[in-house]
């Protein structure tokens, strides 16, 4: 279950998106998820799919790993799925169904097509949304969030330290992650077991992964630092970089589709609306 969290990690590669510059990409990454939450019909997700698809395609990243990002999270689409089906008012599909002689559930057409744009929703946002630190990697992000929160520093906030905090908190998910599965590995070894007992005991058993987990943690923060202090790092303050963005054609064009897309959005919900069943 572990191997399956992906966020964090960065695929070199030559494609259109990777070459986007990182601050067109998290713009658009912000107006995807704006555009996702704006659709209220089956027509506009369908628009919002067919562009996603187009965006796995251009991105060159393999789609069984961008959907086994998913996996970690089928618990709570499921639950969410259920919810949405007993608990959404409407008009009746099936009869009433007993609970323990307690109290009846209902399934309304409602719900199901409730349950069923959520699911689409959250399959969406997780997808497409990690096609952003998939195509960007962690020093790119960090001069894009930078340089868009480059306004706040009128008002003294340290934006250089903030952006690297993030840049580094996502770079550091999948080395955590390895490091968790290398000592559950080594746990298992000498005999323990996770998979055994109820609830509490599971917990139990967790504390002598969660002990090493926070050393190894703590050690790496500090190998870190230090190796930061000896390529004398002091922050933002009289850096220069390496490479300077300049906005290029592409990303003109991207931040235009982009904006066609959610006035598309935004119009198939004014005319279609009232017609197909919205959220």
């Known amino acids: 279950m572990l191997r399956d969290i992906t966020i964090g990690q960065f695929y070199p590669g030559n494609s259109v998106i990777h070459k986007l510059d990182p601050r067109v990409k998290i713009v658009l990454t912000i107006a995807y998820i704006v555009m996702l939450f704006l659709a209220k019909n089956i027509f506009a997700f369908g628009l919002i799919l067919l ?129 968790t599965d290398k000592i559950i590995a080594a746990q298992k070894s000498r005999g323990s077991s996770f998979d055994e007992g109820g609830l509490i005991k599971r917990a139990r058993a967790l504390i002598p992964v969660l002990v090493p987990l926070f050393v190894s943690a703590f050690r790496r923060a500090e190998e870190l630092a230090t190796a930061m202090e000896c390529r004398c790092y002091v922050g933002g303050k009289g850096r220069t970089r390496m490479k300077s963005y300049k906005m290029a054609f592409r990303d003109y064009a991207a931040l235009i589709v982009m904006a066609a897309l959610i006035a598309g959005v935004v119009l198939i919900n004014v005319f279609l609306g009232s017609f197909i069943f919205s959220l």
């Open 51 to 179: 562009f996603s698809a187009f965006l796995i395609i251009v991105s060159r990243i393999s789609p069984r790993l961008i959907f086994k990002g998913l996996k970690p999270l089928i618990v709570i689409i499921v639950i969410t799925t259920i919810l949405n089906i007993f608990y959404v008012k409407g008009t009746q599909v099936f009869p009433p169904i007993s609970v323990f002689g307690w109290f009846d559930i209902t399934i309304t057409y409602e719900g199901i097509a409730t349950a069923a744009l959520m699911v689409i929703r959250i399959t969406l946002l997780i997808t497409t949304t990690s096609l952003l630190t998939y195509t960007t990697s962690p020093i790119e992000l960090t001069d894009g969030i930078e340089r868009l929160l480059s306004p706040l520093k009128v008002i003294k906030v340290p934006v250089h330290e903030f952006s690297m905090m993030m840049t580094i908190a996502l770079r550091f998910i999948p080395t955590l992650i390895d490091e």
